[in-house]
């Protein structure tokens, strides 16, 4: 079947720290991999996406590759802002319906 | 932008009551999907639909339904509110075809049930 297993949280970091949240998947077939961020109060937005192995994912200077053969889609960013704090999660989409599976997400807090 | 729209941010309603949580969306997106966001939990699909009136259980469908009369509108029902139904519920829509297609998410609704 298809799951995502992502890092526990909280993880804390310093303002401009280097960030990286792991992310491994199993699945069948050939699925796209995501990383969604949700704000305190809010819905999910997307952050990235991935379609295809070794693919890499970019937006707002968070990066992520696809990768197959480690089955992981880690994300990464050089420097954190306080700004980035929020919850981050990994998703998976099978090709039935466009149906997710979300980790359960981590929290990440940005100290100044 | 896709802009999905959930009734409520904040609801508080009494165990036994019908509630109902509706969800609009204006991009024409033939999916529609139903979670609910427990801490440590993650996110757990509900219910899902592909068309109109198509519905599909997802993987907690116990104490709810769903209707889906209009391509924009999709409504969760929750039959007779419990108490361990109190939990952030969050909306989303994605057009159909390959599985590269994002979902797209409402800001969601609190749901309290005393």
């Known amino acids: 079947g298809n799951s995502v297993t992502q890092m526990e949280g909280p993880v804390t970091l310093s303002e401009e720290a280097f960030l990286t949240i792991n992310c491994t998947y199993t699945?069948?077939?050939?699925?796209?991999l995501f990383w969604y961020v949700q704000y305190p109060g809010e819905g999910l937005q997307l952050l990235l996406k991935?379609?295809?192995?070794?693919d890499k994912g970019s937006n707002k200077g968070f990066e992520a590759t696809y990768r197959k053969e480690t089955t992981s889609f880690h994300l990464e960013k050089g420097s954190v802002q306080v700004s980035d704090s929020a919850v981050y999660f990994c998703?998976?989409?099978?090709?039935?319906?466009?149906?997710?599976?979300f980790g359960s997400g981590t929290k990440l807090n940005v100290k100044p | 932008d896709v802009k999905v729209t959930q009734s409520s941010r904040y609801l508080v309603k009494r165990t036994g009551e019908k509630v109902f949580l509706e969800c609009v969306q204006d991009?024409?997106?033939?999916?529609m999907f139903w979670y609910r966001q427990d801490p440590g939990l993650g996110l757990r699909l509900i219910y899902f639909?592909?068309?109109?009136?198509?519905?599909e259980k997802g993987d907690i469908p116990e104490g709810y339904s769903v209707s889906r009369e209009k391509k924009e509108r999709f409504s969760l029902i929750l039959e007779s509110a419990s108490t361990n139904q109190t939990s952030m519920y969050l909306c989303?829509?994605?057009?159909?075809?390959?599985?590269?297609?994002?979902?797209?998410f409402g800001d969601g609704t609190r749901l309290s049930i005393l």
């Open positions: 989303a829509s994605s057009s159909p075809g390959r599985a590269n297609q994002p979902q797209h």
């Open positions: 699945a069948t077939g050939y699925p796209s």
């Open positions: 991935a379609t295809k192995a070794d």
């Open positions: 998703a998976l989409s099978d090709q039935n319906f466009n149906k997710f599976y």
């Open positions: 991009m024409d997106h033939e999916n």
């Open positions: 639909s592909y068309d109109v009136k198509m519905k």
